[in-house]
């Protein structure tokens, strides 16, 4: 979960330790997943072939 105006005014907040059973203990940022962002709708960032590759189109093909 992301920390942004909108879920703050569900009472979700930004406090150290509110979220144990996440890996960082709290709610994320917006500038902490941005880097991500990009990279996710970038060029770079195809999908590794795995839409296109021979295994996954055969499968999808019923082959």
């Known amino acids: 979960m992301t920390y942004t105006p909108m879920t703050a005014a569900f009472g979700i907040g930004q406090g150290e330790g509110e979220y144990p059973d996440t890996p960082m203990g709290r709610v994320g940022e917006a500038h902490e997943t941005a880097g ?11 999908d590794g072939g795995w839409t296109t590759g021979p295994t ?3 499968y999808v093909m019923g082959q």
């Open 36 to 46: 991500a962002v990009v990279f996710l709708l970038s060029d770079a960032a195809v």
């Open 56 to 58: 996954v189109v055969a």
